[in-house]
């Protein structure tokens, strides 16, 4: 890339040219000037290129979709804009409404379909696939789809949509992706030119507005590096940490005997406070958890910190009755209404997924209008709304992943701290890490200096996806687009290293292979009869050891007072006498001996390789105390006298099992016989085979891997096709009607839905039951709560019998395949969306769920809701028997109250 005046000067020139007169158009309506990399992006568009902008948040890359739309409104074409979450669309469709007019502009999420047929529609890209699968009418006329926040392909749970989409756009469609800054734009930029034609890459990694990077240590800010753009340490702040860990560690002195205990962290609001007596404000603080969130705000509430004055906090409450007069004053009360508006007033508020929608959307857009100063949320926010601020505080560098606390990779901090600095208000960004006993400054600094993002596909063939690529193209055909997936692609790029480590290897095998070359015969041969005597000598002594133990703990047992046995090596070597067999303890026994050297204690089969004999007897006195010196000296001068008695010498080795094993025996015979033994040169031709022998398990190690990813999506999609066809959905090239039922399913419990239609395990079930059996496929617990969730009496106890069972099934039928699908039913959602389609109002619902030994947060409940009534939605659409027509009355009572006023998730 060129520098920002260079891009100036080009297109002043074209200008002149009358080249890019939309681009020309479109600049002279903007309040803005635009950035090199804007240009450049949108000087492609307009040469009938795609392109892919990865960039910054904040930089301005949806500046280029919004050129799209410009062009596809010009041309008299149609664009879709498609985003990740219901929440981005709903903003995206507000910003173009009001830039175009609301005639222009559509929206298609899962819960609002507003004018759907204009020009521009933004949806979320769900909607677009299900819209290219089904062959929709409304993808006549389109001209340009932009594809915002398209790193989402690299999600676990819902990436392989964006490559669907991407694969399946009719070829004469334009698209614009638009992607935060990873650092293999390049690569996927290639494979974009592979399945779309011509797309340029336009990468930026410089902010509009530059990040500063700071620690907070007790209420002193830092700044993290010693210069700006340096990744050197700031020394005045490594001093001061160094001072406080030792004056910590003395604390810790001070308190011999006690365990080390973290700092006590700065009081939150003190910690709000210096950042406003900074200039710091608004601010995001991150912090990695909900309860953590809440209780932020509690603090700062029970210190009575106020951030906004009397004018402010009026127009705060009009703002928030606006967004809350739909909701009913009950529901109010047990969402928390009274002290959350509180919280809002006073400037601070928290954001996470435990709210409903309707309270996140207040608190967007109080903190974009400066009205709450600070916001505690989950990093839920980082990949959220537009809702930038002029310094981000990350409390802690660890959060838990779903499965551990974890560190936060390089770029999760970037993606967190991209929020701070506001473009068009502030001049410069803050990111501000809270120091804690243990966090070394150095760590923090290799976070925020590191930029290796890459982009990873996530994409796996579903069930749905196969039948709809089957009935659209057939078998050959939607293999063969599968493998032109991102996933394929990555993964036949790795081939290509592993494959060249292949030709060394063998050049090198080929090598030594010339050098133990015998002229008296083959001697790889040689080499591998060597091999399988090691082996097979190894393989006897592992044998003989487990059996020798094995016989050594069955004789133990049979050991009496008074029996002289002999310790064969060790410190102990030699005879002794059993005081005490040892029979009574927990595990193998334990016998109490004395030897000849007056030793007593305990032995245990370890002591014995092989088992033990009773080679005599000698009285031991009814009362021993062996831990009396004459008392062991005066058994020990028996013993003694017994072994010249029954002349017990030194034990005699016996053959081992290898001498006796007849196979060992016949390959020692070959090896002998073998026209290379007789070769002066042997022992260097073998040294020479032994490397030859490691060198090609190596290589056939990573011949393997390479067969392994070569195809893999493809063998996986086979593997699909095979099981469906196996249970009814497929018929080699037809799709049956149960498979055409299973194309309208889009969950991820896509085939476990699709079977409990087909076998009639949700029929005869009245709508609330059919809510909460469905609900067990769709839900999915945080931690693990959902063990001895209530279950609702009545049909819906074997309908969720059923399901289970038929999940079990599947779920043997995926091992067989070698696949991972489907997971099990939780039943943790059963009893509120029971209670819930039941027209029972939100506190019954909450509580109970409360005595129940469970939580969910209000904010958890919408969206479960939402979900449950997008899988409903698709069951009716099935048209499959009775489950479809109570699916449509379930609808109708789970639409109701804080479900229907959230339209936004």
């Given at each position: ?33 635009l950035d090199d990399f804007q240009i450049q992006a949108c000087e492609a568009l307009e040469d009938g290129s795609g392109v892919l902008v990865a960039a910054p948040t904040g930089a301005g890359k949806t500046v280029v979709g919004e050129f799209a739309v410009a062009l596809a409104l010009r041309a008299g074409r149609k664009c879709f804009y498609t985003t990740p979450i219901k929440a981005l669309s709903n ?94 734009a390049e690569e996927f930029a290639d494979w974009l030119v592979t399945v779309r034609g011509d797309t340029q890459v336009v990468v930026s990694e410089e902010r509009p507005v530059p990040l500063w990077q700071h620690m907070l240590v007790g209420t002193r800010i830092f700044d993290l590096f010693a210069r700006h753009g340096s990744r050197d340490v700031d020394p005045q702040l490594a001093r001061y940490v ?202 923090v600094a290799g976070l925020a200096s590191t930029r290796t993002y890459p982009l990873r596909s996530s994409f796996r063939p579903s069930y749905n996806m196969a039948v709809n690529l089957v009935g659209q193209v057939g078998r050959a055909a939607a293999r063969q687009l599968l493998e032109s997936s991102f996933a394929q692609f990555q993964a036949d790029r790795s081939v290509v290293g592993l494959a060249r ?405």
């Amino acid at each position: 890339m060129g520098g920002m005046s260079s891009a100036a000067e080009r297109y002043a020139a074209a200008r002149r040219r009358g080249a890019y007169p939309e681009l020309t158009r479109f600049r002279a309506e903007l309040p803005f000037v635009l950035d090199d990399f804007q240009i450049q992006a949108c000087e492609a568009l307009e040469d009938g290129s795609g392109v892919l902008v990865a960039a910054p948040t904040g930089a301005g890359k949806t500046v280029v979709g919004e050129f799209a739309v410009a062009l596809a409104l010009r041309a008299g074409r149609k664009c879709f804009y498609t985003t990740p979450i219901k929440a981005l669309s709903n903003q995206k469709y507000a910003d173009l409404r009001e830039r175009h007019g609301a005639a222009s502009v559509g929206l298609l999420t899962g819960d609002n379909a507003i004018n759907g047929d204009a020009p521009v529609v933004v949806m979320t890209t769900e909607v677009l696939r299900n819209m290219l699968y089904a062959g929709s009418s409304a993808l006549t006329g389109l001209g340009y789809v932009v594809m915002d926040e398209v790193h989402y392909l690299a999600d676990r749970f819902r990436g392989a949509v964006w490559e669907e989409v991407i694969i399946h756009l009719p070829a004469s469609v334009t698209l614009v992706s638009l992607s935060a800054t990873v650092s293999n734009a390049e690569e996927f930029a290639d494979w974009l030119v592979t399945v779309r034609g011509d797309t340029q890459v336009v990468v930026s990694e410089e902010r509009p507005v530059p990040l500063w990077q700071h620690m907070l240590v007790g209420t002193r800010i830092f700044d993290l590096f010693a210069r700006h753009g340096s990744r050197d340490v700031d020394p005045q702040l490594a001093r001061y940490v160094r001072e406080q860990e030792r004056r910590l560690e003395g604390r810790w002195e001070d308190r011999r005997g006690q365990r080390p205990r973290r700092g006590r962290p700065t009081p939150r609001p003190d910690v709000i406070d210096r950042l406003d007596r900074e200039g710091l404000l608004p601010a995001i603080d991150f912090i990695f958890s909900r309860a953590g969130c809440q209780a932020a705000v509690q603090q700062c509430l029970s210190a009575g910190l106020r951030l906004n004055d009397d004018d402010e906090r009026h127009r705060v409450r009009a703002i928030v009755e606006r967004h809350c007069a739909v909701i009913s004053p009950d529901d109010l009360h047990v969402l928390g209404y009274w002290e959350w508006l509180d919280g809002l007033e006073r400037g601070v508020a928290a954001h996470h997924a435990g709210l409903i929608p309707t309270f996140k959307e207040t608190v967007e857009e109080l903190f974009i209008e400066g009205l709450v100063k600070v916001v505690f949320a989950t990093e839920t926010l980082a990949l959220g709304i537009n809702m930038p601020a002029r310094s981000v505080l990350l409390e802690r560098l660890v959060k838990f992943n779903g499965e551990t606390h974890a560190d936060i990779t390089a770029g999760e901090y970037t993606q967190l701290t991209g929020r701070a600095g506001r473009r068009g208000i502030d001049i410069e960004g803050h990111a501000v890490v809270q120091w804690a006993p243990g966090v070394d400054p150095g760590l923090v600094a290799g976070l925020a200096s590191t930029r290796t993002y890459p982009l990873r596909s996530s994409f796996r063939p579903s069930y749905n996806m196969a039948v709809n690529l089957v009935g659209q193209v057939g078998r050959a055909a939607a293999r063969q687009l599968l493998e032109s997936s991102f996933a394929q692609f990555q993964a036949d790029r790795s081939v290509v290293g592993l494959a060249r480590q292949v030709t060394r290897n063998t050049e090198a095998l080929d090598g030594y292979a010339e050098a133990m070359r015998c002229h008296l015969g083959d001697f790889a041969e040689y080499a591998e009869l060597r091999r399988r005597i090691k082996d097979r000598e190894s393989l006897l002594s592992r044998e003989g050891a487990t059996r020798r133990r094995s016989m050594a703990v069955e004789s133990l047992e049979t050991l009496r007072p008074g029996d002289v046995i002999r310790i064969p090596a060790g410190r102990r070597q030699g005879l002794a006498v059993v005081l005490d067999p040892g029979h009574g303890a927990v595990g193998e026994p334990r016998p109490l001996v004395l030897t000849e050297q007056r030793w007593a204690g305990r032995l245990s089969s370890a002591d014995f390789p092989a088992p033990v004999l009773a080679l005599a007897r000698v009285a031991v006195p009814k009362h021993f105390n062996h831990r009396s010196p004459q008392a062991r000296r005066d058994l020990a001068a028996t013993l003694r006298t017994a072994r010249m008695a029954a002349d017990l010498g030194p034990r005699k080795k016996g053959r081992s099992a290898a001498a006796d094993d007849g196979e060992l025996a016949r390959l020692r015979d070959s090896l002998r016989s073998h026209p290379c033994h007789g070769c002066a040169d042997r022992e260097d031709h073998a040294r020479w085979a032994e490397r030859w022998a490691r060198l090609q398990r190596e290589t056939d190690a990573l011949t393997r891997r390479v067969q392994g990813k070569t195809h893999s999506i493809g063998r996986s999609f086979d593997r699909v096709c095979a099981l469906l066809e196996e249970r009814g959905y497929l018929a080699g090239d037809t799709v049956t009607d149960s498979g055409r039922a299973l194309s309208r399913i889009w969950s991820e419990s896509d085939l476990l839905v699709a079977e409990c239609l087909r076998t009639g395990a949700w029929e005869d079930l009245d709508a609330a039951s059919l809510a909460g059996v469905v609900s067990a496929v769709l839900y999915e617990s945080r931690t693990g709560e959902s063990d001895g969730a209530r279950v609702p009496d009545g049909a819906i106890r074997p309908a969720l019998a059923a399901t289970v069972t038929l999940w079990a099934d599947l779920e043997a039928a995926e091992s067989r395949h070698r696949l991972e699908l489907t997971r099990e039913p939780d039943l943790g959602f059963c009893w509120p969306a029971y209670r819930w389609t039941r027209g029972e109002p939100l506190d019954r619902v909450l509580s109970g769920l409360t005595e129940s030994g469970q939580e969910l947060a209000a904010g958890d409940f919408v969206r479960w809701c939402r979900q449950l009534l997008d899988l409903l939605d698709q069951i009716a659409k099935t048209n499959a028997g009775p489950a479809a027509a109570t699916a449509r009355a379930a609808i109708t009572a789970i639409r109701r109250g804080v479900v229907a006023q959230s339209g936004v998730s």
